[in-house]
């Protein structure tokens, strides 16, 4: 089954063999449904970005730990040097598995860096509010501004009396989809605008605390209006198509489905941004991290791989199996680039059977390390904090220079102190 949207360009993905179903631990949840529904699965033009947030400085809703300033205006570097090539020339679809907050793509697509966008996460509240944000826009602006006018505002009693209503709201039995829906999209949003460093996790505490004593009250950054004409630009992003939708799915599924699904894109043209949890504090910083599985309560030391099967897993499946090109973002750890489970190789390298029936290349990867600043870093609280790039886009495009410097230096300096 295909439900391909036609974007002027030719098919080149080859057709699947019937093989295993994927993963499938998040399968239908009744408050995120594994896409958008309704949406249209016939080809669908594209519309015209004219809002004003989409060159703006701040675009999403969502305040998300770990995000990472600076970050998009270097993924957009990696895309406008690759589009030189005779390879790429364009980015028809960025895929976001590890959406979050989303930042990177909202700004991408806003830009024309971009031309469409598919936004996905495991994690069904974050799901769920994307999915509203982006089809029922209007709606959830009016019950946004209703949550801040009849609790937010009070402040005190009344706000934290909210705040622990929404911590321990779950789906009523009977209700129906599309409302375990919209309020589950409602949770997400106002326990992230109301919460310490907007953590969903149930052990981060309201903002000003339970006794409200802090500067910072649990409502200061709850702003009615910017949340709306960002909430307003996501839905317009929707109805012009360049949100082409948002799955509540893990990074696995995600990637494994976007060559079904979008059909008629040629793989060259299809980027893949992956962002995924670090290891090291991941539990206290998103709902759906990569714990042990059978194991979500385990305590995780810094970047204990063998522990951590999921991100060899992710590894693997990047090196091995990816039909379309790809980005991906690390803490900058010796472990990552050498050891040849996770990136040290420099070349992807498919069986014959990936190559064979699902077109698989062996495209070359290249490394980077680049400088950001952490709103909420893993490893070392705020500031800035050295992160890997890791690319298959054509390597003859990837920039070399004071941003995106050789990562020699990190693996110097781990073989140094091992010897």
């Known amino acids: 089954m295909s439900s391909a949207r036609a974007l002027g360009v030719s098919e080149v993905w080859?057709?699947?063999?019937?093989?295993?179903?994927?993963?499938?631990?998040?399968?239908?949840?009744?408050?995120?449904?594994?896409?958008?529904?309704?949406?249209?699965?016939?080809?669908?033009?594209?519309?015209?970005?004219?809002?004003?947030?989409?060159?703006?400085?701040?675009?999403?809703?969502?305040?998300?730990?770990?995000?990472?300033?600076?970050?998009?205006?270097?993924?957009?570097?990696?895309?406008?040097?690759?589009?030189?090539?005779?390879?790429?020339?364009?980015?028809?679809?960025l895929v976001e598995p590890f959406a979050g907050g989303a930042s990177t793509s909202l700004r991408l697509v806003g830009a024309g860096i971009v031309n469409r966008i598919l936004l996905a996460d495991a994690d069904p509240l974050v799901a769920a509010f994307w999915q509203v944000a982006?089809?029922?826009?209007?709606?959830?602006?009016?019950?946004?501004?209703?949550?801040?006018?009849?609790?937010?505002?009070?402040?005190?009693?009344?706000?934290?009396?909210?705040?622990?209503?929404?911590r321990s709201w779950i789906p009523a039995p009977g209700m129906s989809e599309s409302t375990a829906r919209f309020e589950t999209a409602m949770k997400c949003l106002f326990l992230n605008r109301t919460t310490f460093s907007g953590i969903l996790h149930g052990s981060a505490g309201p903002i000003g605390g339970r006794r409200q004593e802090s500067k910072y009250s649990i409502g200061c950054r709850y702003n009615v209006d910017a949340l709306a004409e960002r909430i307003r630009y996501v839905g317009q992003l929707y109805d012009a198509n360049r949100l082409v939708d948002v799955w509540c799915k893990d990074w696995k599924d995600t990637l494994a489905d976007v060559p079904e699904?979008?059909?008629?894109?040629?793989?060259?043209r299809v980027l893949a941004y992956l962002d995924p949890p670090y290891l090291e504090k991941s539990q206290k910083l998103y709902q759906t991290s990569f714990e042990v599985h059978g194991y979500p309560n385990a305590p995780?030391?810094?970047?204990?791989?063998?522990?951590?099967?999921?991100?060899?897993?992710?590894?693997?499946?990047?090196?091995?199996?990816?039909?379309?090109?790809?980005?991906?973002?690390y803490d900058a750890k010796p472990e990552l680039l050498l050891d040849p489970g996770l990136y040290a190789a420099n070349r992807m390298e498919p069986d014959r059977t990936e190559r064979e029936m699902l077109g698989?290349?062996?495209?070359?990867?290249?490394?980077?390390?680049?400088?950001?600043?952490?709103?909420?870093?893993?490893?070392?609280?705020?500031?800035?904090?050295?992160?890997?790039?890791?690319t298959t886009l054509p390597p003859s495009t990837v920039p070399l220079n004071d941003d995106f410097r050789p990562v020699d230096t990190i693996i110097k300096s781990e073989k140094a102190a091992s010897s």
């Open 360 to 390: 698989v290349k062996r495209w070359n990867i290249s490394k980077r390390v680049v400088t950001l600043r952490y709103t909420a870093s893993a490893r070392q609280g705020r500031g800035a904090a050295e992160e890997v790039l890791i």
């Open 134 to 166: 982006a089809s029922d826009t209007e709606n959830l602006v009016d019950r946004m501004t209703e949550e801040h006018a009849l609790y937010v505002s009070k402040g005190g009693a009344t706000a934290l009396g909210r705040w622990d209503f929404w």
């Open 261 to 268: 699904w979008y059909a008629d894109l040629i793989p060259d």
């Open 300 to 329: 995780v030391a810094d970047l204990q791989w063998d522990d951590n099967l999921l991100h060899y897993r992710l590894a693997e499946y990047l090196s091995h199996r990816m039909q379309f090109r790809w980005v991906l973002s």
């Open 14 to 93: 080859p057709s699947a063999p019937d093989l295993p179903s994927h993963n499938a631990r998040l399968a239908a949840i009744p408050s995120a449904p594994r896409s958008i529904p309704g949406r249209s699965t016939a080809a669908l033009e594209v519309g015209c970005i004219t809002h004003p947030l989409a060159l703006g400085r701040y675009q999403t809703p969502l305040r998300y730990p770990g995000a990472k300033t600076g970050l998009s205006s270097l993924i957009s570097q990696l895309i406008e040097a690759a589009k030189k090539s005779s390879q790429t020339r364009n980015v028809d679809l």
